[in-house]
Structures are given as structure tokens and as C-alpha cells.
T-cell receptor
Framework: EPEVTQTPSHQVTQMGQEVILRCVPISNHLYFYWYRQILGQKVEFLVSFYNNEISEKSEIFDDQFSVERPDGSNFTLKIRSTKLEDSAMYFC????????????FGSGTQLSVL | GENVEQHPSTLSVQEGDSAVIKCTYSDSASNYFPWYKQELGKGPQLIIDIRSNVGEKKDQRIAVTLNKTAKHFSLHITETQPEDSAVYFCAAGAGSYQLTFGKGTKLSVIP
């Protein structure tokens, strides 16, 4: 069964450092997303991406965040200068035809900012 | 924006019993309501979803009901099994804007 894959599974970084989280969405999917989940809290939307541009973003997705689809398969989330409060599980997701429907999630990258 | 409330936060049932998780939403424009199951160390997995033009949908032991007037929807799991133990999230959204998730319900099925 096709799945969304994310690397690394765990990332530890120092405050102020840049991190790049990587995702390979399901190959025939058209829409890509990043969500995050702070420990014990709800899953929160960050950004959606379609046709090589951002479709929608939340208040969390400020100038420190950026997304890119550098080639035909990868989808990345960059945090330019990490803060302690960026510590969370980051999930990549993709959907085939419909924006914001039938999302398939990856297993996540646990980001710890020290 | 949309606000989704989910209850209960924890639920314990005996194996074989039914489990019901309830969610309410605030934005009448929401027309898509998925339910996700999250097992430890994994990402949320879509288990069932419903659109606002349908009142009920069933898939084997899982069913979802939607009351548009009252803005609430529920997940029903019958004949629960230990492997149903997980955190369940409801969500609401529309094609034009992102999914908003509830806070989750930790379901424990006791053998």
C-alpha cells in the first residue's frame, strides 16, 4: 500500500539553527500538507501546497517557515531559525484529488529544539 | 475560524462493548468530517469520513453520524477489540480551507 514517508524520524537541534524536514508524498497525489502536534495537544495545520505554490497557510506558518518541492518526489519544510516552542511532531500529508480531503499522513518527524 | 470540540478525552470499554466519541463544530460552512486513528509512534490514519449531504455512513464495525442542524457528529465503534485501542481524532473542514482537528480521545479496550 502506498504511504507517505518522512525523514528523519527524530531531529534534535539547537535553538537558532535551521532544520529541514523531508517528506515523500504518495506518488500520484496532487496536494501536500504539513501539520504539527505538540505533545498531548491537537494536530494543527501549518500549510498546504499545490501546483508548486502555497494554497493556504496558518498563523503558525510565519516567515521562519518555508516549503519547497525541489524535485518530482520530495516535499520539504524548512524552519530558518528554530525556537524552543517549535518542538513538536511534524506530520507531512498528501491527498490525491481533493484539497483538504482524504489526507494520508506520514509517521512524523519528532523535532526537539534545545 | 472553525472550532472543533471532542468528548470524552479518555474512554475505557470492555472488549466487545461499543464505544462512542462525539464532536461538535462551529462553522456551518464545514462540509467534510473525517475521523483519524493514531497509534503510538505513528501518524493519523483516516478510518472513515462523511460529507454534509449524508447523515450516516458505515464501514464494518465503524459508523459515523452527522447532525448538521446541531453541528455535531459522532464515531461509533461496535464489538470493540484490543487493537481498537488508540487515540481517535475528529476533524472538520471544507475544500476551501484546512481541516481543524479535535483534541483527541484516548480509547482503551480492556480484554
Amino acid at each position: 500500500e502506498p504511504e507517505v514517508t518522512q525523514t528523519p524520524s527524530h531531529q534534535v537541534t539547537q535553538m537558532g539553527q535551521e532544520v529541514i524536514l523531508r517528506c515523500v508524498p504518495i506518488s500520484n497525489h496532487l496536494y501536500f500538507y504539513w501539520y504539527r502536534q505538540i505533545l498531548g495537544q491537537k494536530v494543527e495545520f501549518l500549510v498546504s501546497f499545490y501546483n508548486n505554490e502555497i494554497s493556504e497557510k496558518s498563523e503558525i506558518f510565519d516567515d521562519q517557515f518555508s516549503v519547497e518541492r525541489p524535485d518530482g518526489s520530495n516535499f520539504t519544510l524548512k524552519i530558518r531559525s528554530t525556537k524552543l516552542e517549535d518542538s513538536a511532531m511534524y506530520f507531512c500529508a498528501s491527498s490525491e484529488f481533493l484539497h483538504n480531503e482524504k489526507l494520508f499522513f506520514g509517521s512524523g518527524t519528532q523535532l526537539s529544539v534545545l | 475560524g472553525e472550532n472543533v470540540e471532542q468528548h470524552p478525552s479518555t474512554l475505557s470499554v470492555q472488549e466487545g462493548d461499543s464505544a462512542v466519541i462525539k464532536c461538535t463544530y462551529s462553522d456551518s460552512a464545514s462540509n467534510y468530517f473525517p475521523w483519524y486513528k493514531q497509534e503510538l509512534g505513528k501518524g493519523p490514519q483516516l478510518i472513515i469520513d462523511i460529507r454534509s449531504n449524508v447523515g450516516e455512513k458505515k464501514d464494518q464495525r465503524i459508523a459515523v453520524t452527522l447532525n448538521k442542524t446541531a453541528k455535531h457528529f459522532s464515531l461509533h465503534i461496535t464489538e470493540t477489540q484490543p487493537e481498537d485501542s488508540a487515540v481517535y481524532f475528529c476533524a472538520a473542514g471544507a475544500g476551501s480551507y484546512q481541516l481543524t482537528f479535535g483534541k483527541g480521545t484516548k480509547l482503551s479496550v480492556i480484554p
